[in-house]
Nanobody, 118 residues
Framework: EVQLVESGGGLVQSGGSLRLSCAAS????????MTWVRQAPGKELERVSD???????YYADSVKGRFTIYRDNDEDMLYLQMNSLKPEDTAVYYC????????????RGQGTQVTVSS
């Protein structure tokens, strides 16, 4: 059974940092591309960042230069380091698995709440 479990969210002041983690199980993690998506209250799901199985990364313009995605294929872990956080980064963050790099995801975790206060 594919499982993706996010952690690391919380409340942080504007300008602060958080690191999100995603523990993957039930599939060969190193063979899959991964993505972080987020959903703010009343807004549509937004693609934040992708990482290929080989480590190539993509960032949405809204987070470029502030967020870093990386993975540990030995530990089956995905991470999102978020720096210089802004109130508009407030959302539920989900990690998800994709078959194609930057393609649609087929499994998604339950999410972790990130709240940035001004």
């Amino acid at each position: 059974e594919v499982q993706l479990v996010e952690s690391g969210g919380g409340l942080v002041q504007s300008g602060g940092s958080l690191r999100l983690s995603c523990a993957a199980s039930g599939f060969t993690f190193r063979s899959y591309h991964m993505t972080w998506v987020r959903q703010a209250p009343g807004k549509e799901l937004e693609r934040v960042s992708d990482i290929s199985s080989g480590g190539t990364s993509y960032y949405a313009d809204s987070v470029k230069g502030r967020f870093t995605i990386y993975r540990d294929n030995d530990e089956d872990m995905l991470y999102l380091q978020m720096n210089s956080l802004k109130p508009e980064d407030t959302a539920v963050y989900y990690c998800a698995r994709t078959k194609d790099y930057r393609g649609p995801y087929d499994y998604r975790g339950q999410g972790t709440q990130v709240t940035v206060s001004s």
